[in-house]
């Protein structure tokens, strides 16, 4: 059974993914956000933070944690990063989507650093 097949089947019917009927669930989830922030809040309230496509939404990046790594996520929070650009020192960060995704306490994801 393939990836869209198992969307299909999901059991809530509305659920709107528009980017994974484009892509699939390794084009959603681009790379883990890895700082020290983002490591602290692994270790004391259990919150993964991703880089995203774009186009992705909440729907999009749940049924992609599901299906990468195998875990139910509580709670997902979409953030888009500005564009930040610096004259001086000619410092540029593009714009980005990222997500934080929330786990039960007994459920974590292996990240390869």
Do not use: C
């Amino acid at each position: 059974m393939t990836f869209k097949e198992k969307l299909q089947r999901r059991a809530r019917k509305n659920v709107a993914t528009k980017a994974l009927k484009k892509f699939g669930p390794y084009d959603v989830i681009l790379a883990p956000v890895l700082t020290e922030k983002t490591y602290k809040a692994m270790e004391t309230s259990n919150k993964y933070v991703f880089k995203v496509h774009s186009d992705a939404n909440k729907n999009d990046v749940d049924a992609a944690i599901r299906y990468l790594y195998k875990v139910t996520p509580v709670k997902i929070n979409i953030i888009n990063a500005a564009f930040k650009w610096r004259e001086r020192r000619k410092l540029v960060k593009r714009a980005f989507k990222k997500a934080v995704v929330t786990l039960w306490e007994k459920e974590k994801i292996e990240l390869a650093v």
